[in-house]
């Protein structure tokens, strides 16, 4: 199963080698909102493995917008589903829940099979408490940790992207995401894996994303302590695999 598909078939394929894993059939590609960083390589990752597409309403209507014209007709088969509903895919279990970003109607999954259970967000604004849920139990946790604020208020970006970026529908700061993980009511710790994610290359660093974590996770009372492992995707490099 596949979440997002921003990278090209080629990229996609040549990464997934790179870690050893053949991948010769996907029985899904699930697809958070129609951005072009998580659509990119969908038509030709769809036709590779002739996986049915997951994705909203709404999703699907923006990424018809978005893709050149008659590509989206090329997808095969797209199952639409909403914010909210819980499916099967074979053996496992998804949830797909409504997060706060500027898109038409983004959501973010989790996934529950033999008793583990991963949940992937990124691309919001803030942490609502129905989001929070969601993330709850999860062995592995890939949570956005965007941007370091300073860094982004001193970049190259236009205000206007700086605005949209530090919005509450926008994308999360090492700051916010520090103080969810600090949280012991917000967290629950259960984590094996906490994985960082969808860092910005223009406005921060995966080691100050690693250390405002880490100081965040120190910070939580003795009882509820993190044990897991913190991880950082970053943008060139692929991670893993995870044993759950």
């Not at 072009?36 to 909203?56: C, E, K, M, N, Y």
């Not at 709404?58 to 914010?83: D, N, P, S």
């Not at 983004?106 to 033999?114: A, D, K």
């Amino acid at each position: 199963m596949l979440v997002d598909a921003g990278l090209n078939r080629k990229e996609t394929l040549r990464r997934l080698a790179a870690l050893g894993a053949s991948v010769d059939r996907v029985d899904a590609i699930l697809i958070s909102h129609e951005h072009s960083d998580h659509i990119t390589g969908l038509p030709g990752l769809s036709r590779q493995w002739r996986a049915p597409v997951f994705l909203t309403p709404q999703t699907r209507a923006g990424l018809v917008a978005g893709l050149a014209e008659g590509v989206a007709e090329k997808l095969g088969r797209v199952e639409t589903i909403h914010a909210g509903q819980r499916f099967m895919i074979g053996d496992i279990e998804i949830c797909a829940f409504s997060i706060p970003h500027d898109a038409a109607d983004p959501v973010g999954y989790s996934l529950r099979v033999n008793g583990s259970k991963v949940a992937i967000v990124t691309d919001l604004g803030f942490l609502p408490a129905h989001v929070q849920q969601h993330l709850r139990e999860a062995d592995c946790l890939i949570l956005e940790s965007n941007h370091d604020v300073e860094m982004l208020k001193v970049g190259p970006y236009p205000w206007h992207i700086k605005q949209r970026v530090m919005s509450r529908t926008g994308h999360l700061s090492n700051h916010t995401v520090g103080e969810f993980l600090s949280d012991g009511e917000a967290f629950d710790a259960r984590a094996r894996w906490l994985v960082l994610a969808h860092l910005s290359e223009n406005n921060n660093n995966p080691h100050v994303a690693r250390l405002c974590a880490e100081q965040a996770l120190c910070r939580r009372p003795v009882e509820c302590a993190f044990r897991g492992e913190v991880q950082i995707a970053t943008q060139l490099t692929p991670l893993g695999p995870f044993d759950l």
